[in-house]
C-alpha cells in the first residue's frame, strides 16, 4: 500500500512541476531570444510549447494506478490534477505561437 | 490497567511548562502558539491603528494631519505590519497550536525550533515598531522598490530597518515551513495515510511547500539590497550595470505566492469549519486536493502580472496574464465545494458561520476584481490606484482575516474551555461588515476615478472629497466592529460557560483532547480507522485519556511521539522530543545581535555575533540521541518500533533535506539574478573581461567533490560497520582547503563596488565558500559525534546529513564558479 501511495504522491505534483518547468523554459527562452536576436526565435518558442506539452499529455492520459492494485482516493486526485496541469499547459502557452515576442 | 490520573500528572510533569521565569523556556506547542497568535493580534492592532490614521488624513482634502514624511513611514508600515508581522505568524500560530492535535501527535517536530522562531519573529517584528515609535521606520512603501530604497534616495537607516527586521522575522517563517512540513509527513496517527488526512493536513502541506520555495528568493533579495546599501555592491544600480526590474523579481517571486500562503491556511480553516455546521462531510475532499496542488503551482506563475506597467514584451504580458486569470479556476473549485456542503447539509447558523457567510461576500468580489486586474488592458489603466487597494483588501482581509474570525469563535473554545455568550457577537460582525465594505467598496470607484494609491493628500476639486470621508468613517466604523470583538473575546475568556467535550460536534481528532488542551495533547494516541474528518471525538477523547492508545505510558522520563511512514501513516519509529530549555531564547538573542549590529552599521562585531550564533546552534544537540543500540521498543496495542535514531528515515534527515531544498532555491535565484543582470540590464556593453585564475577555482571544485565523495565513503563505512571518523576529518580537511581557495578568489574580484557583473561575481563565490566551510563543519560535527558515542552502524544520522551537505556544498561551489567564469568573461 505504501508504493501505491507514494506513486500517487509523486504523480499529484508531477503534472504542475512539469507545467512549471515548461513555463520558466518558455520565459527564459523569450527573454533569451530576444536579448541576443535569435532568428529562430519563434520555431525555438514552439518547439519547446510542444516538448513541454508532451509529458503533459502522458501525464493526462496516463492510469494512476497499476495492474492488480487497488485505485486510492490520492490516485484519482492526482489523475485530475495532472488533467487540469495540461489544460493549464495549453492555455498558458498558448500564447508563444502568434503573439509579439519583444519588444 | 492505567491509571488515568496518575499518567496525566506523569505526562504533565514531563511537557509541562513551569511558572515564572521557567516560562521562558518553553518549547511546548501549545504555549507557542498562543504566544505567536497573541503578538500577532497585537500588532494586528497596531497596523488598524496605523490605518486609522491613513484613514484620518485622506479624509478630507489639503488636510495636513500627518504630512508626507510620516504618512509615508505610516503607509509603508501599515502594509508591512499587516503582512508580515500579522497574517504569516498569525497562521504559524494557529497551525503550531492546531496540528499536532487534529493531525494525533503530542507536539510539532522540533520543539526548540518553533521557540527560536517565536523569538526570531517577537526581537525582528520589535525592531520595526521601535523604529516606528521613533520615526525611523521604513518609508518607501511595504514593497520597497528600488531604486527608492536605495542609499542615495533613502539615506538614513529606514530601509535598512525593514530589509533587517524582516530577515530576521523571516527566520520565524521558514522554520515553521520545514516543521510544518515535516510535522505533516511523519507525525501523524498510525492509520492516518495520506489519503484520510483532514483536508487542513493538505492545505498545510501545500502552503508549507509554497514557503520553503517562496520566501528564499525575498530573503536573496533583502540580502543584496542590504548589501547593496551597506557595501554599495551595485545590484539595483543602472548607473554601474545594476537593474531596478531585479528587485521587483525577486519581490514578486515572493510577494505573489505570498497572497496564497497566506489564503491556502485560511481555506483550511473553512474546509474544517463548513463541513461541521454543514453537519456533513465536506463534499469534493479529492477535488479540493487536486484545487490546492493546483493553486500551489498556478501562484508561481503570477508574480509578473504586478509588473504590467514596467515594460515588458506582448508575449510574457500574455503568460502571465493567462495564468493569472487561470488561478481563479481551483479558487472557484473550493468555492463551490464549499456551497456545495451547505446547499446539500443541514446548515444550522451559528457565529463563526456569519463570517464564513462574511467571507463568501467579500472575497469573491476580491477574486472577480483580481480576474479584471488579471487583463492586460484593464491593468494597465487601473495600475497602481486606489482600485488595486480595494481589491487587494478584498481578497486578503475577505480571505484571511473573515476566515480567521469565523476560526477564533469556532476554535477558542478550544483554547480557553469556554464558550461565548454571544452578547456582542453579532452587533462586532455587523460592524465588521459594513465597515469593510463602506471602506473598501469606495476605493474602487476612487481608483477607477483617477486616485493613485500612496499619495498623503489631493486637491477638493477632483470629485474624490466624499468617496474618501465615507471610506473614513467606513473605516472607524470597522475599528469598532474590531474592538466588540476584543471585548467579547476578553468576557469569553473570563466568564464563558463551560462546556463537556467537542461542543460543536465536529468530527476532527483536536476535540478529541481536554479542553483547554494538557501539554501533552494525548495521553495516548489513536489508531485511524477512517478519513479523519470522519472521527467521534466525543468517543475517542475519554478513552485516549484513560491511556488506551499508542504510548499510554511515560517510558524513562522522556517526551515520546510517533513518528509514521509517510504515506501509509503505519508507526515507524518512536520520536524522543527535547525537553524545555532556555537555549532557543539565547540563540535568538545571539541572532538578534547580528542584525543590531548590521543595523546600527557596526560592522565589525557581525562576526562575533554570527559565530556566537553558530556556537549556540552546536550546543543544540549536544545531548540529543542515544548512545547505545536499543532496537525495537515497547508502543502500546502489541506493537513495537525502534526509536527515531535508528530509523533511516527519520525527521531530522527530512528536515535538513527540505532545508537544503530551500536553501536551494535561495541559490536558484541567486542564478537567476547573475543570468538577468547579464542578459537585460544596462550598461554591460564595453566591460572589460575579468580575469581570475582559472586554476583556482578548478582546484576549490575537485576539493569540494572529493570533499563530498569522503563524507559519502564515511556513511557507507560506518553502514557497513567499519571505522567513519577518519574519511569524516579528510572531508572537513578538503571543505575547508575549498573554502580558503574560494575566499582567495573573492579577494581577486576587481572591485565588487564598480559594476553589478563583479558584485555578482563575489556575491556568488562568496555563497560557495560559506557552503563548503558549512560542509567542513558538518563534517566535524558528525566526527565529534561519534567521539561522543552518539553513532553506530543503526544509529547512522550525522553520517547522512554531513554527506547532505556535503554533497550540497560541492553542486553550489561547482555552480557558482561555473557561473563565476561565465559572468568573468561577460563584455
Known amino acids: 500500500m505504501s508504493g501505491v501511495n507514494q506513486r500517487a504522491l509523486v504523480l499529484l505534483v508531477a503534472g504542475f512541476t512539469v507545467w512549471s518547468v515548461g513555463f520558466v523554459a518558455l520565459y527564459a527562452l523569450q527573454a533569451l531570444g530576444c536579448a541576443y536576436e535569435w532568428p529562430q526565435h519563434r520555431a525555438i518558442l514552439i518547439g519547446a510549447d510542444v516538448v513541454s506539452l508532451l509529458p503533459l499529455i502522458w501525464l493526462a492520459m496516463m492510469k494512476p494506478v497499476r495492474e492488480g492494485e487497488p485505485a486510492t482516493s490520492l490516485s484519482v486526485t492526482a489523475l485530475w490534477a495532472n488533467r487540469a496541469a495540461l489544460a493549464s499547459g495549453v492555455l498558458v502557452f498558448l500564447p508563444v505561437t502568434f503573439v509579439s515576442a519583444c519588444i | ?827
Not at chain 2, 469569553?492 to 467535550?501: N, S, T
Not at chain 2, 478513552?543 to 515507524?572: H, K
Not at chain 2, 567542513?776 to 554531513?802: D, K, N, P
Open chain 2, 1 to 827: 490497567m492505567t491509571d488515568p490520573i496518575r499518567l496525566h500528572k506523569e505526562l504533565s510533569a514531563i511537557w509541562g511548562t513551569p511558572g515564572r521565569w521557567g516560562r521562558l523556556s518553553s518549547v511546548n506547542h501549545t504555549v507557542l502558539g498562543k504566544r505567536f497568535m497573541v503578538v500577532a493580534l497585537t500588532f494586528f492592532a497596531i497596523g488598524g491603528f496605523l490605518s486609522m490614521l491613513i484613514r484620518a488624513q485622506l479624509a478630507t482634502p489639503n488636510s495636513a494631519f500627518i504630512g508626507p514624511e510620516i504618512y509615508n513611514q505610516i503607509f509603508t508600515m501599515h502594509g508591512t505590519v499587516m503582512m508580515f508581522l500579522f497574517a504569516i505568524p498569525m497562521f504559524e500560530g494557529f497551525v503550531i497550536y492546531m496540528l499536532p492535535k487534529m493531525l494525533g501527535a503530542r507536539d510539532m517536530a522540533f520543539p526548540r525550533l518553533t521557540a527560536y522562531g517565536f523569538w526570531c519573529y517577537l526581537f525582528g517584528g520589535s525592531i520595526l515598531i521601535i523604529a516606528l515609535l521613533v520615526g525611523a521606520a521604513p518609508d518607501s512603501g511595504w514593497f520597497m522598490y528600488t531604486p527608492l530604497s536605495s542609499r542615495p534616495y533613502t539615506p538614513g537607516i529606514n530601509a535598512d530597518v525593514w530589509l533587517l527586521g524582516l530577515t530576521f522575522v523571516e527566520i520565524s517563517a521558514v522554520t515553521a515551513a520545514i516543521e510544518i512540513f515535516i510535522s505533516i509527513l511523519k507525525m501523524r496517527a498510525p492509520g492516518m495515510s495520506l489519503a484520510r488526512m483532514p483536508l487542513i493536513g493538505w492545505y498545510m502541506l501545500v502552503t508549507s511547500g509554497m514557503m520553503i520555495v517562496g520566501f528564499p528568493p525575498l530573503i536573496l533579495g533583502a540580502i543584496l539590497l542590504e548589501l547593496e546599501r551597506a557595501f554599495d555592491l551595485p545590484f539595483f544600480d543602472p548607473t554601474r550595470g545594476g537593474d531596478p526590474l531585479l528587485w521587483q523579481h525577486l519581490f514578486w517571486l515572493f510577494g505573489h505566492p505570498e497572497v496564497y500562503i497566506i489564503f491556502l491556511p485560511a481555506a483550511g480553516a473553512l474546509s474544517t469549519i463548513i463541513p461541521v455546521f454543514a453537519q456533513r462531510t465536506i463534499l469534493g475532499y479529492r477535488s479540493i486536493i487536486a484545487a490546492i496542488v493546483a493553486m500551489g503551482f498556478l501562484s508561481f506563475g503570477l508574480w509578473v502580472h504586478h509588473m504590467f506597467t514596467v515594460g515588458i514584451p506582448h508575449l510574457a504580458l500574455a503568460f502571465f496574464s493567462a495564468a493569472s486569470a487561470l488561478v481563479a479556476v481551483p479558487t472557484a473549485i473550493q468555492i463551490f465545494a464549499w456551497i456545495g456542503t451547505l446547499a446539500s447539509g443541514r446548515p444550522r447558523w451559528d457565529i463563526p458561520m456569519l463570517y464564513v457567510a462574511g467571507f463568501f461576500c467579500v472575497f469573491v468580489i476580491g477574486g472577480l476584481t483580481g480576474v479584471m486586474l488579471a487583463m492586460v488592458p484593464f491593468n494597465t489603466q487601473a495600475h497602481d490606484s486606489y482600485f488595486v487597494v480595494a481589491h487587494l483588501h478584498y481578497v486578503l482581509v475577505g480571505g484571511f482575516v473573515f476566515p480567521m474570525l469565523a476560526g477564533i469563535y469556532h476554535w477558542m473554545p478550544h483554547i480557553s474551555g469556554r464558550q461565548s455568550l454571544y452578547r456582542l457577537s453579532v452587533p462586532a460582525f455587523w460592524l465588521i461588515f459594513v465597515g469593510f465594505n463602506l471602506t473598501f467598496f469606495l476605493m474602487h470607484l476612487t481608483g477607477l476615478m483617477g486616485m493613485p494609491r500612496r499619495i498623503s493628500t489631493y486637491p477638493s476639486n477632483w470629485g474624490w472629497d466624499w468617496l474618501n470621508l465615507l471610506s473614513s468613517i467606513g473605516g472607524f466604523i470597522l475599528t469598532m466592529g474590531f474592538c466588540l470583538v476584543l471585548a467579547d473575546l476578553v468576557l469569553q475568556w473570563r466568564f464563558g460557560r463551560r462546556y463537556r467535550r467537542d461542543p460543536w460536534k465536529a468530527q476532527t481528532l483536536e476535540w478529541a483532547t481536554a479542553t483547554p488542551p494538557a501539554p501533552y495533547n494525548f495521553a495516548a494516541l489513536p489508531r485511524v480507522d477512517r478519513r479523519a474528518d470522519m472521527l467521534e471525538p466525543a468517543e475517542i477523547g475519554p478513552v485516549l485519556a484513560g491511556g488506551t492508545g499508542y504510548l499510554g505510558f511515560v517510558r524513562d522520563g522522556e517526551q515520546e511521539t510517533l513518528g509514521v511512514d509517510m504515506f501509509t501513516g503505519e508507526p515507524e519509529h518512536v520520536i524522543v522530543l527535547p525537553r524545555r530549555t532556555f537555549l532557543p531564547l539565547w540563540t535568538a538573542l545571539a541572532t538578534a545581535s547580528v542584525f543590531l549590529a548590521l543595523l546600527f552599521r557596526q560592522y565589525w562585531l557581525v562576526p562575533f555575533g554570527a559565530l556566537l550564533t553558530l556556537g549556540m546552534f552546536l550546543l543544540w544537540p549536544r545531548t540529543l540521541g542515544r548512545r547505545e543500540d536499543t532496537g525495537p521498543v515497547d508502543i502500546g496495542m502489541g506493537e513495537q518500533v525502534p526509536f527515531d535514531v535508528e530509523s533511516k528515515s527519520n525527521a531530522s534527515v527530512l528536515a535538513n533535506l527540505a532545508a537544503l531544498i530551500m536553501n536551494g532555491t535561495l541559490f536558484t535565484s541567486l542564478l537567476f539574478g547573475a543570468l538577468f543582470l547579464l542578459v537585460i540590464a544596462p550598461n554591460w556593453d564595453g566591460v572589460a573581461p575579468m580575469s581570475l585564475p582559472l586554476w583556482a577555482g578548478v582546484v576549490a571544485i575537485v576539493l569540494a567533490i572529493a570533499g563530498a565523495a569522503l563524507s559519502w565513503l564515511a556513511r557507507s563505512r560506518n553502514a557497513a560497520g567499519g571505522e567513519a571518523m577518519p574519511w569524516l576529518i579528510g572531508s572537513a580537511v578538503a571543505m575547508a582547503a575549498a573554502t580558503v581557495l574560494l575566499v582567495l578568489l573573492m579577494t581577486l574580484v576587481p572591485d565588487p563596488t564598480g559594476h553589478a557583473r563583479n558584485a555578482v561575481v563575489f556575491t556568488l563565490l562568496g555563497y560557495g565558500a560559506l557552503h563548503t566551510a558549512l560542509g567542513a563543519l558538518m563534517s566535524a560535527h558528525g566526527g565529534w559525534r561519534i567521539m561522543q558515542g552518539y553513532v553506530s552502524t543503526r544509529r547512522s544520522t550525522e553520517m547522512t546529513l554531513a554527506w547532505l551537505w556535503c554533497f550540497y556544498a560541492a553542486a553550489a561551489s561547482l555552480l557558482s564558479v561555473a557561473m563565476a567564469t561565465l559572468l568573468s568573461a561577460a563584455a
